[in-house]
């Protein structure tokens, strides 16, 4: 019990440490202003990974997740899906913001795509380039596929997996990754089988991998839902995912 204190402690600080070498990056959508982060190594030629936030918009975990991405060679984004001025300030207005842009998907595959042209920018190389996303971005990444926007893959790290069924299958190009916590409440097994349907149909490269004994923030060490073991292990298997479709 001690050494997970020690250990939570220990990643909660260096997070701190690591979100002081981001720089943001003001851009727009129309009139809205939004503010991403790019890691220090902005302006490389690099492959490239744009990391979606959880629904309360950019926060720790995204912030470390860039500079361990950074480790890895990659310039990382993360990027502002709410704009300045709208970040959600406890669960009731994160869970009516992020529920708006999951019903209306087209604007957020937009804000997904202004981000990714920020990654560009600062020096991404333009056909490797890969999303992450966790929760909201995690459905998010799912987005990224689902709208054929300019990316070799996605990982969709303890997302809402489900898809309004109105809405049609399509081909899907993009390599996809889904991380799913084994006791996520929030994913049904309607909502698990309708998505393995839906990347069959879309004739999609496609793996689930399956946490046991996690609950839906699984990954993330602020969260009594954090399990030490399968976060180490998501995160594995995301950098070796990276590797094969960027490097």
């Given at each position: 019990m001690i050494r997970t204190l020690l250990l939570t402690a220990c990643i909660l600080s260096t997070g701190t440490v690591f979100s002081q070498k981001l720089k943001t990056i003001s851009y727009q959508d129309g009139s809205q202003k939004l503010n991403g982060l790019v890691t220090s190594n902005a302006g490389k030629k690099l492959p490239g990974v744009l990391i979606l936030p959880a629904w309360k918009g950019i926060d720790d975990e995204a912030k470390t997740a860039a500079a361990e991405l950074e480790k890895q060679g990659y310039i990382a984004f993360i990027a502002d899906i709410y704009g300045e001025g709208n970040i959600p300030?406890?669960?009731?207005?994160?869970?009516?913001?992020?529920?708006?842009?999951?019903?209306?998907?087209?604007?957020?595959?937009?804000?997904?795509?202004?981000?990714?042209?920020?990654?560009?920018?600062?020096?991404?190389?333009?056909?490797?380039?890969?999303?992450?996303?966790?929760?909201?971005?995690?459905?998010?990444?799912?987005?990224?596929?689902?709208?054929?926007?300019?990316?070799?893959?996605?990982?969709?790290?303890?997302?809402?997996?489900?898809?309004?069924?109105?809405?049609?299958?399509?081909?899907?190009?993009?390599?996809?990754?889904?991380?799913?916590?084994?006791?996520?409440?929030?994913?049904?097994?309607?909502?698990?089988?309708?998505?393995?349907?839906?990347?069959?149909?879309?004739?999609?490269?496609?793996?689930?991998?399956?946490?046991?004994?996690s609950k839906h923030t699984f990954t993330d060490p602020k969260s009594p839902d954090y399990n030490e073991v399968m976060a180490k292990r998501a995160w594995n298997h995301t950098v070796m995912f990276l590797k094969e479709i960027l490097k």
């Open positions: 300030a406890d669960n009731a207005s994160a869970g009516k913001t992020s529920g708006y842009y999951k019903q209306n998907y087209d604007a957020y595959q937009k804000r997904i795509s202004l981000a990714l042209e920020q990654l560009k920018k600062n020096g991404a190389i333009s056909d490797k380039i890969a999303v992450i996303g966790y929760c909201f971005g995690g459905t998010g990444a799912l987005e990224s596929a689902r709208g054929s926007l300019p990316v070799a893959g996605v990982v969709s790290i303890h997302g809402s997996i489900g898809k309004d069924q109105t809405r049609k299958n399509g081909p899907i190009a993009t390599k996809i990754l889904v991380e799913n916590p084994a006791d996520d409440k929030g994913v049904t097994p309607e909502d698990y089988n309708n998505l393995i349907k839906e990347m069959n149909e879309g004739n999609a490269d496609w793996q689930i991998i399956t946490y046991a004994h």
